[in-house]
């Protein structure tokens, strides 16, 4: 069994200039496409699937954790169920299947997903219950991240990380936190899904009442993890909310003038530097891409709306 450190692809660093002179902000990408299943979430999947006993895991999420869980597993050589929303992206329900794991598709509006995780680990009491985010394993896993961010040549002033459950930017913040750099933290949330940013208001978790249905469908998240609230909020200064067309327009600056092809909830960072520019002017920016998993015709049409 390979440790995390060996297991995981360092995150890619990119400075391109024609998006840097375009939005007059000193960026830097920490570009998680290329990571293995193409998402930050393989850090956290192999990090719980390797670290527990349990040779079956089930889990709980849109894409992207559950086809970084089902691929740790296959590494590992144990079983997987995810159960996914019935309108999750094509690309990533077939990625999971690939991987030899059980996709379980559900209405959400007839059953909730953890409400389908109870019955599944019911039907499998020797199951491990991995959280997308709100776990400390996952948490840890993430923190990889914000140790490489913290350790790159630039010393960035300001760290800008999508936000859904929490388990990305509370590992990021864990690892800032701990490498005692000055670097300001903050989240980018839909706008449309903006419980993380009204919980760092309020000074406790607020829940959305339903799943929101932003196209940043790795932020459909009801509530931050217990677990990722404790790191936030106290280590994230501000949450900025990102209305659905700044994420379009990120997603469409990233593939013409960075040629990066990023998922929507990977645009939502560049999307709160849009929307609020002069909070970054003159400040050193690591602009966070969680992942670039997008069905083709969606992404296609993205790009031509």
């Known amino acids: 069994m390979q440790p995390l450190s060996k297991a995981i692809r360092p995150t890619t660093f990119l400075r391109p200039r024609k998006l840097i002179d375009e939005i007059g902000v000193d960026l830097t990408i920490a570009s998680e496409t290329f990571q293995h299943t193409g998402s930050f979430k393989f850090r956290a999947a192999y990090n719980v699937a390797s670290s527990v006993d349990n040779d079956h895991l089930i889990a709980a999420s849109s894409g992207n954790f559950g086809q970084a869980l089902a691929y740790a597993c296959k590494l590992l050589g144990k079983k997987c169920h995810v159960v996914m929303p019935d309108n999750s992206a094509g690309v990533k329900v077939e990625a999971v299947r690939n991987f030899g794991a059980t996709a379980d598709l559900i209405d959400i509006n007839r059953i909730g997903r953890e409400e389908r995780v109870d019955e599944l680990c019911r039907e499998f009491p020797g199951a491990y219950r991995a959280s997308a985010y709100d776990d400390p394993l996952v948490i840890a896993g993430n923190s990889t991240l914000g140790a490489e961010i913290a350790d790159h040549h630039i010393d960035f002033d300001a760290v800008v990380v999508p936000v859904g459950g929490g388990g990305l930017i509370s590992g990021i913040s864990k690892s800032l936190c701990d ?4 670097s300001k933290l903050f989240g980018a949330e839909p706008l449309m899904a903006n419980d993380a940013a009204r919980s760092l208001r309020n000074g406790s978790i607020v829940r959305n009442d339903t799943e929101p249905q932003t196209i940043a469908d790795g932020a459909r998240t009801v509530s931050l993890g217990n677990h990722n609230w404790e790191i936030i909020k106290d280590g994230v200064t501000e949450i900025i909310e990102v209305d659905e067309e700044s994420i379009k327009t990120a997603l469409r600056l990233y593939f ?7 998922e929507p909830t990977g645009a939502v960072s560049l999307g709160a530097v849009l929307s609020n520019r002069t909070k970054f002017e003159n400040k050193r920016t690591c602009a966070v891409v969680s992942g670039g998993n997008v069905d083709a015709e969606i ?7």
């Open 256 to 262: 013409g003038l960075a040629n990066l092809k990023v």
């Open 299 to 305: 992404y296609s049409n993205l790009l031509s709306a």
């Open 179 to 182: 490498s005692g750099t000055d």
